[in-house]
């Protein structure tokens, strides 16, 4: 039996676990997920349907520092639960170039028939200039190496916009599929009958030289068990974020109780930012990942907690 491998890439917050949410219930066929954290607790999982067989694996890349528990995490998958399907959601700041390569040796080394099946990576258009300009070396690895790019949050740019970043998508990709349409749009089976009409492609690796790994990089910071915030100041809250008194906050992600006891989920970019209500999951937490992050204001805003405390079960970076 053959086990496909479908990576979804994409930049901080271009919408990799929305899409996952939208095509996987959808899926026939076993299914399994291999969710990837740059930061040192997992929250993607949380929101991903319980009932789907989930590896989580954070605190670094998969493709660099994260290899053997990748690995591992693939070969369990495919002997315990031998799936059809297996999804794997990168890091935002991995390098898909990487990431293909260790998915190779391991289905050269694997007893198990693993292969790739597509490579997707979502490109948030918003952001598309502003991370070129700011990251180019990880942002254009995850487009080139791609077969497929879906195009998110587009709903608030003009066409002129649009066509310009397809095009320049097209400058370092001229072979992948790009949807033009607003796949946010689209339910989950329209999605997959797009990715089913794809052609098989041959990898082809493209290399953007970076000159320094992810994590020299990126700082992240986790709280668990964050406090109790009014349903009335979230949104003043994560409009805050985008203020340099917080240092460059890339992500925000997390799941906050209300003074109203009800939980919610809430997604922060310095281009866009969202929250909604969930259910059924257990626990509390938020991360952060950026540049120069200012953690100690991060932390009075988000806990009670005595600062120094709290900063002493972090790493420092």
Excluded at 211 to 225: G, H, Q, R
Aim: glycine residues 6%; negative net charge; hydrophobic residues 40%.
């Amino acid at each position: 039996m053959i086990i496909n491998v479908n990576i979804i890439s994409g930049f901080l917050g271009a919408g990799k676990t929305t899409f996952l949410k939208k095509i996987l219930p959808n899926m026939k066929g076993k299914i399994a997920l291999i969710e990837n954290e740059f930061g040192d607790i997992g929250i993607d999982g949380d929101l991903i349907n319980d009932k789907l067989p989930i590896k989580e694996i954070y605190a670094g890349c998969i493709c660099c520092s994260l290899v053997k528990n990748f690995k591992d995490s693939i070969e369990e998958l495919a002997l315990e639960y031998k799936p059809e399907h297996i999804f794997i959601e990168p890091s935002g700041v991995g390098n898909l170039s990487d990431i293909i390569r260790v998915c190779d040796k391991i289905s050269e080394n694997s007893n198990s028939n693993i292969r790739i099946n597509h490579l997707i990576t979502i490109v948030d258009v918003s952001a598309f200039d502003d991370y070129l300009e700011n990251f180019g070396g990880f942002y254009l690895d995850q487009i080139r190496n791609a077969n497929i790019i879906f195009l998110s949050h587009i709903d608030s740019i003009d066409d002129e916009k649009v066509e310009e970043v397809i095009s320049k998508i097209k400058l370092n990709n001229e072979k992948a599929y790009i949807l033009k349409d607003d796949w946010y749009s689209y339910e989950g089976e329209k999605i997959i009958e797009i990715l089913d009409t794809i052609e098989d492609f041959q990898i082809d690796l493209k290399e953007e030289v970076v000159s320094t790994p992810a994590d020299k990089v990126f700082s992240t910071l986790s709280i668990d068990n964050p406090k109790i915030f009014l349903e009335k100041d979230i949104d003043k809250i994560l409009a805050s974020l985008k203020s340099k008194e917080y240092g460059y906050i890339l992500r925000a992600k997390g799941i906050l109780e209300l003074d109203t006891k009800q939980l919610v989920y809430f997604d922060f970019t310095p281009h866009h930012f969202s929250w909604e209500y969930i259910k059924e999951v257990k626990e509390t937490k938020v991360a952060f990942i950026g540049n120069q992050l200012k953690k100690q204001k991060i932390l009075q805003c988000f806990t009670n907690r005595h600062v120094s405390k709290v900063l002493s079960r972090y790493p420092k970076f």
